[in-house]
């Protein structure tokens, strides 16, 4: 059992003491500060099972991860809103202090993707907020011809993400936003996707995350690709852990684990593809049914460290 005795988790604790005190979460030079000091924190390699914890710990790693993801929703909306000010939004995305990181994790998730999916016509990205980054670095730089729909619940942050790319050329006519709760996107929609970015902070707990997992493995295609975004080692303080057992009704391909200044692990699943009964009834033998991302063939890993390839689970 992990307890105070560990001495990040002393540490960690010590900070989310200071941070649940704060009366706002908006960046400023105190709120900047704590978190920059957790950041650090829990960016090196580190020894720690959080399944282990014990039940005081949980109750705060658990409030800690909320509290990051208030203090980076409010983030995000702060600096989209300065970007929404300028002529040219997208010319000045550097001013976004985690710029550099989102350009770096978005070249990881398009490398992973592209062992399983070379050219997806159409993605989805649950989850996008009012800064939608990962959408506009992809379709800017990687997935250059993709068509983006980006999914939120919240109306204001569909709004100022709307606004910030609404005067380019190209992006505003790839990129659609959607007011809704993905739990009320069926299939009819969702199946025509060949690619389904969840992002870190859609469910906050486990069992939230689980929930939106097994309606996306309702309703997406039959071989089409979800891309999600976890956490390792003590970054589990920071966002929800997704395990490979999580996943039921998908095939993990990859999941692998940053070890520089990108937080983020990442998941990558195939959703099982389904059996033509007809075609097996006529003693021909099973079909799968697969989008064109979704051909079953060997995986040929990347050569990157902390890559693991995990048994798929259906």
Known sequence: MVCLRDPLVQKVCELYDEISKLENLSPSKDVDTLFIQLVATCIPPYPIDVTRLCTKIKRIRNNLIRLCGQAEGLMEKHYSTLLGSFESPLD??????????????????????????????????????????????????????????????????????????????????????????????????????????????????????IHVIKHLAKHMAPGAILMLRSAHGARAFLYPVVEPHDLQGFEVLTVYHPTDEVINSVVVARKCPKLMHSVVDQGLGPLMLCSKCGEIEGFNPLSQMNMVVKDHIC
């Open 92 to 209: 000045h995305l550097d001013l976004f202090p985690y710029y550099s990181n989102y350009l770096k994790l978005s070249r990881l998730e398009f490398d992973l993707l592209s062992q399983h999916c070379s050219n997806p016509g159409r993605v989805a990205f649950v989850g996008s907020g009012p800064l939608p980054l990962t959408s506009i670095v992809l379709a800017s730089h990687h997935l250059t011809s993709t068509v983006f729909h980006n999914y939120d619940i919240d109306a204001s942050a569909n709004s100022m993400a709307m606004k910030l790319v609404e005067s380019h050329p190209n992006l505003s006519k790839r990129m659609e936003f959607h007011t809704t709760d993905i739990m009320n996107v069926s299939a009819a929609a969702l199946k025509d996707y060949d690619v389904v970015f969840l992002a870190a902070l859609v469910g906050m707990e486990i069992e939230e995350k």
